[in-house]
């Protein structure tokens, strides 16, 4: 890690007047930054600590929630109105890293992190086109269980590393944005883009820009009977092989909404919009879950490595609606 | 500009890099707190900040300013006594080299305040409800941030079943 200079932003205006800076960045929780600087991965001349920013839940009038961007991730797991009514996104943090992590961990940080891809991390040993653009990509011949099977690329196949960040996928969330020019909202669904020619850019973030908070548009009963499943190689404490978000609203034996998005299958949390556009209407069976994750997963284009996790995705998928089904019934 | 550590104030490192666990290891001589794996994979650095479990390791010394932290040091009684935990642990072999061992105190610790809040975890059946109590299966899921590479799991998971065990509900 080279020198930095700290700075703790006390007010959104002097986070975005110190994070504007050449070569600074913001820093939430510190879980995933402080690693990359330490590996060489990314460099800062200065830190703005924007942990003691807003933290907290606000209900708008609509009934949408208002996720103050400094909120840590154990807490808004714990909240009892996201316990309540989004039980996906509580079910997606408790899935997600270690409670130690979860304690550190911001909203805000966590939908900045970036991948772990290994070739990504190893500075000194492999190619990345992400971390050095057109260098080339170690994980297209390499180890690539961990890697993409939808919306990748012949520069990168890298994962987005989120669980939270597939739940709001799924719940049409908002990423508000404040920057020099004024505050946008941005879909989290939008927010990530794929890697096309060009990995190194992984978010719709302009220069001067930052998180402040996300919007949880007032929940439907589909967000409300919702679950988070998340298959990985051991029970705990770690990355996802595939994860499903998903939520089901069934009116009458008929899907009246349906709302899935899978994670640890592309370099953005995935919005399996052809699924749930195919089961609109339909008879709430395991052969329409099916037949449904089939039609998301046509375009899949998995690696060596990770061939069987479109199996695995199809299945998952399949078996996360069947319980909501159930449970509904 | 100061970080209260087991109760006493220190001033934060001059150099913004330091790391809360090169702070208490290197410069103020709290070696109790482990570095295990120095990247968020192991739990070994584990303390508490403001009453929560975090890693040492990857929280810079900067960030803790103004903060509370309770490392292994800051348990024993006035008079050196053990804290209950580390009884249960000497009682039930909840340790070999005994590396990891501060830091799966600290985080148990920590996890049986958020036991008693009613924080629920990955295998709370009932979200809205809550833990059901301090389960095996509870326990494993939320001790699983810190891991013990002799194998001493069984003997920790009693030692924390005792401790929880023992307090009044």
């Known amino acids: 890690m080279t020198p930095l200079a700290f700075h703790v932003a006390r007010d959104r205006a002097e986070a975005l007047s110190l ?49 103050g961007a400094s909120m840590k991730n154990s807490a808004l797991a714990a909240h009892p109105m996201v316990r309540g009514r989004y039980p996906m996104l509580s079910r997606a943090l408790l899935a997600g890293a270690s409670a130690q992590i979860r304690n550190m961990a911001t909203v805000g940080g966590n939908i900045m992190q970036r991948t772990r891809c290994p070739y990504f991390y190893d500075v ?56 020099p020019e004024g505050e946008r909202t941005v879909p989290l669904a939008e927010f990530h883009v794929l890697p096309g020619a060009n990995p190194q850019v992984e978010t719709v973030l302009r220069n001067g820009e930052m998180i402040t908070a996300i919007e949880l548009p007032p929940a439907t009963p589909a967000m409300t009977n919702s679950e988070y499943r998340k298959v990985r190689d051991r029970s705990s404490y770690a990355f996802a092989l595939v994860s499903v978000a998903a939520g089901l609203e069934v009116v009458e034996g008929k899907i009246a909404e349906a709302r899935i998005a899978l994670g640890g299958v592309a370099a953005k949390p995935w919005r399996a919009t052809r699924a749930e556009a195919a089961l609109r209407g339909l008879p709430a069976t395991r052969a329409n879950f099916l037949a449904a994750a089939e039609e998301e997963l046509t375009k899949a284009q998995p690696l060596e490595g990770n061939a069987f996790k479109v199996g695995l995705a199809r299945r998952t998928i399949a078996a996360v609606l069947e319980s909501l089904a159930g449970e509904r019934a | ?51 929560e479990r975090v890693l040492s390791c990857l929280t810079l010394a900067a960030q803790a300013e103004g903060r509370d932290v309770l490392t292994i040091e800051g348990l024993q009684g006035a008079d050196g006594s053990l804290h209950p935990l580390q009884k249960a642990f ?29 924080d629920p975890s990955h295998v709370t059946a009932n979200l809205a409800a809550g833990p059901e109590g301090p389960t095996r299966e509870e326990i494993r899921e ?25 307090e009044p509900a």
Not at chain 1, 31 to 44: C, F, G, H, I, M
């Open chain 1, 19 to 67: 994070g504007a800076a050449n070569g600074a960045r913001l820093i939430g929780g510190g879980t995933n930054l402080v690693d990359l600087l330490r590996q060489n991965v990314e460099s800062a001349s200065d830190l703005v600590d924007v942990s003691r920013l807003a933290a907290n839940i606000q209900e708008v009038d609509n009934g949408a929630l208002l996720v």
């Open chain 1, 124 to 179: 000194d040993g492999a190619r990345c086109n992400k971390r050095q653009p057109d260098s080339g990509c170690d994980a297209m011949g390499g180890f690539n269980r961990y890697h993409a099977i939808l919306g990748g690329s012949n520069a990168c196949v890298a994962t987005h590393p989120s669980d939270m960040c597939v739940a709001l996928a799924a719940l049409a969330a908002l990423v508000h944005l404040a920057g």
């Open chain 2, 1 to 51: 500009m100061t970080i209260t550590i087991n109760g006493s104030d220190y001033p934060v490192p001059l150099d913004s890099r330091v790391s809360l666990l090169d702070m208490l290891r290197e410069r103020l001589g709290l070696t109790g707190t482990k570095l295990g794996c120095n990247q968020g994979a192991c739990g070994a650095c584990t303390v508490l900040l403001d009453g």
């Open chain 2, 90 to 118: 000497i009682e039930h072999d909840g340790l070999q080299c005994g590396y990891c061992t501060p830091g799966q105190i600290c985080s148990a610790i920590a996890m049986a305040r958020e036991l008693r809040r009613g």
């Open chain 2, 142 to 166: 939320r001790m699983s941030g810190n891991l013990c590479r002799c194998g001493a799991h069984n003997g920790i998971v009693e030692a924390i079943e005792e401790m929880l065990g023992g």
